[in-house]
Antibody, heavy 120, light 108 residues
Framework: EVQLLVSGGGLVQPGGSLRLSCAASGFTFSTYAMSWVRQTPGKGLEWVSV????????FYGDSVKGRFTISRDNSKNTLYLQMNSLRVEDTAVYYC?????????????WGRGTLVTVSS | SYVLTQPPSVSVAPGKTARITCGGN??????VHWYQQKPGQAPVVFIYYDSDRPSGIPERFSGSTSGNTATLTISRVEAGDEADYYCQVWDTTTAHPVFGGGTKLTVL
């Protein structure tokens, strides 16, 4: 059974940083591209970032480019999202998900999500 | 960027057919994916590449696309189908995935 356990969310002040982790099990992590998607009450689902199975290619949404960094450690079966220069509008539930390929993909399996609140 | 438009809500009586639409410019030329999300849970893919169903998804769920509209059809609706449904496509202009705003399905 595919399991994606997301952790690292919490309350952070504007301008602060946070690192999310997504621990994967139940599948061969190193063969899957992985993605982060966030959800806000007002704006629904928003794609954040994707990383290739090897970690060599990464892509970002315009709203987080230059502030967020996606990475992975295939030896630990873990995906990361380093979030810097956080803004109030980054407040959301963050999900990690497997994607079926690096481009033109869909989100195959989702983790339960972690809440990130950016507020002073 | 590419915009997907979904009705905020759809209501249907048990046993009837629900149709949830997803509008987009020439969406019929794109691959459309549909997700179900229940309160407090992560989304789950119910339809991928227009009309394929993952294992374990009932045959009552089907997808179709034509022109500027994609449709998720739920036959013989059950109370357990009550959820939010999101469509998603690949925006070839930005090379990013895009989601619709979601539709809340209410079973009367």
């Amino acid at each position: 059974e595919v399991q994606l356990l997301v952790s690292g969310g919490g309350l952070v002040q504007p301008g602060g940083s946070l690192r999310l982790s997504c621990a994967a099990s139940g599948f061969t992590f190193s063969t899957y591209a992985m993605s982060w998607v966030r959800q806000t009450p007002g704006k629904g689902l928003e794609w954040v970032s994707v990383i290739s199975n090897s970690g060599g290619r990464t892509f970002y949404g315009d709203s987080v480019k230059g502030r967020f960094t996606i990475s992975r450690d295939n030896s630990k079966n873990t995906l990361y999202l380093q979030m810097n220069s956080l803004r109030v509008e980054d407040t959301a539930v963050y999900y990690c998900a497997t994607v079926n390929q690096l481009l033109m993909y869909y989100f195959e399996y989702w983790g339960r999500g972690t809440l990130v609140t950016v507020s002073s | 960027s590419y915009v997907l438009t979904q009705p905020p809500s759809v209501s249907v009586a048990p046993g009837k057919t629900a149709r949830i639409t997803c509008g987009g410019n020439n969406i019929g030329t794109k691959s459309v994916h549909w997700y179900q999300q229940k309160p407090g849970q992560a989304p789950v893919v119910f339809i991928y590449y227009d009309s394929d169903r993952p294992s374990g998804i009932p045959e009552r769920f089907s997808g179709s696309t034509s022109g500027n509209t994609a449709t998720l059809t739920i036959s013989r609706v059950e109370a357990g189908d009550e959820a939010d449904y999101y469509c998603q496509v690949w925006d070839t202009t930005t090379a990013h995935p895009v989601f619709g705003g979601g539709t809340k399905l209410t079973v009367l």
